[in-house]
């Protein structure tokens, strides 16, 4: 394995051509060790600005879903409320169309029983003020002109 702490070491003082090639060397790879720390110190900070912004976003998404779950429970009791209001209203209609059929029916099943009671002498005669006749009345014959 070769030893990087080589490629560090200043060639020997022979050779004026390989020093400036060294210098030159040496040189971009302090720009490019220092431009590589500059961008992890930018990306550090990239980073954390994302986060900030993520929870930011995540706080207002999270007040809108707030605000749009209570709009929604808010419709849900109207609608409730409307609903129960309906029923009523219909069950009103419904008594009212069961009465239709029903009290003529009744009243016409009633009045057959009574009807029915009177002619078997199961039910008496209501009193009455009226007396009654106990002689047929004459009726006159009138004559015609």
Do not use: C, H
């Not at 060294?22 to 490019?32: A, F, H, P, Q």
């Not at 550090?44 to 994302?50: I, N, P, Y």
């Not at 709009?71 to 209001?85: K, M, P, T």
């Not at 029903?102 to 007396?131: C, E, K, N, Q």
């Amino acid at each position: 394995m070769i030893d990087p702490e080589l490629f560090n070491q200043p060639p020997l003082d022979g050779d004026v051509d390989a020093k400036f090639r060294y210098e030159i060397i040496r040189g971009l790879s302090e720009s490019v060790r220092d431009l590589a720390s500059s961008m992890r110190d930018l990306q550090q900070t990239q980073v954390g600005m994302l986060e900030r912004l993520a929870a930011l976003e995540a706080n207002k998404f999270g007040e809108s879903l707030v605000r749009v779950e209570n709009a929604v429970y808010g419709l849900a009791d109207r609608v409730n409320v409307l609903e129960g209001e309906n029923d009523r209203r219909l069950g009103g209609f419904q008594m009212l169309n069961v009465l239709k059929v029903w009290v003529p029916a009744l009243f016409s099943v009633l009045t057959f029983l009574y009807l029915v009671g009177r002619s078997m002498g199961v039910i008496s005669s209501p009193p009455t003020t009226v007396s009654k006749v106990r002689a047929p009345l004459a009726v006159e014959a009138q004559e015609r002109p």
